[in-house]
């Protein structure tokens, strides 16, 4: 089975520091894709960013970066110089070639970050 | 601007009386699908549909049911809602065909039941 585990539910960080949030996950495939999305308080859930398990160079979206690392199965996310408009709740994410069909995603629990000013 | 709407954003029903929740799109993606997220929880796949295939997942309670009656619109129909049914709801939508197509959201209807 497929799994994805967020182990911090909650986290605060100061803003402009960095943080890091992490996340596991169990496949036995060996090509798929990790997203981490951002679900602000009532608001839309979003992309942040993604990783392509087949490339060794980690993602980087501005102040967001992974860092991944196949062999153990880790994906976490530093967020650099943190704002308050990164307070949200975030969300790791699978996702692997289906047997037929469409595409489907795996969630972790997701982490809620709190910016403090 | 907005590409996934839900409607309603908060709606309330009482136990046993049938609600429909609804999405729409703007962007003609071919697949649509449907989360359940309870608090703390990771967002539940129920069912997503492929243009007009519907796939539904094994462990989707026959309570919940969908229709899609034409690219632009989903809905999902929960037939006799329970207290355990309370939940945000989620509408994404994602083009088809490539794995790291990302997801659409819209902002989810939140389902209370009394």
């Known amino acids: 089975a497929q799994t994805v585990t967020q182990s911090q539910p909650e986290m605060s960080v100061q803003e402009a520091e960095t943080v890091t949030l992490s996340c596991t996950y169990d496949?036995?495939?060996?090509?798929?894709?990790l997203f981490w999305y951002k679900q602000p308080p009532s608001r839309q859930m979003i992309l942040v960013i993604r990783q392509e398990a087949y490339k060794q160079q980690n993602a980087t979206e501005n102040r967001f970066s992974v860092n991944f690392q196949k062999a153990a199965k880790s994906f976490s996310l530093k967020i650099s110089d943190s704002q308050l408009g990164d307070t949200a709740m975030y969300f790791c994410?699978?996702?692997?070639?289906?047997?037929?069909?469409?595409?489907?995603?795996?969630f972790g629990t997701g982490t809620r970050l709190k910016v403090l000013a | 601007d907005a590409m996934v709407i839900q409607n309603p954003r908060y709606q309330v029903t009482q136990f046993g009386k049938p609600v429909t929740l609804s999405c729409s799109q703007t962007?003609?993606?071919?697949?649509m699908y449907w989360y359940q997220q309870k608090s703390s929880q990771a967002p539940k796949l129920l069912f997503h549909y492929y243009d007009k295939d519907f796939n539904n997942e094994a462990d989707t309670p026959d309570n919940f049911q969908s229709r899609r009656p034409n690219t632009s619109f989903c809905f999902l129909d929960i037939r006799s809602p329970g207290l355990g049914d309370a939940a945000m709801y989620l509408c994404?939508?994602?083009?088809?065909?490539?794995?790291?197509?990302?997801?659409?959201f819209g902002s989810g209807t939140q389902l209370s039941v009394l």
């Open positions: 994410a699978f996702i692997f070639p289906p047997l037929g069909g469409t595409y489907k995603y795996i």
């Open positions: 962007l003609n993606h071919n697949v």
């Open positions: 994404a939508t994602s083009r088809a065909g490539a794995a790291n197509e990302k997801l659409f």
């Open positions: 496949t036995s495939e060996n090509n798929y894709y």
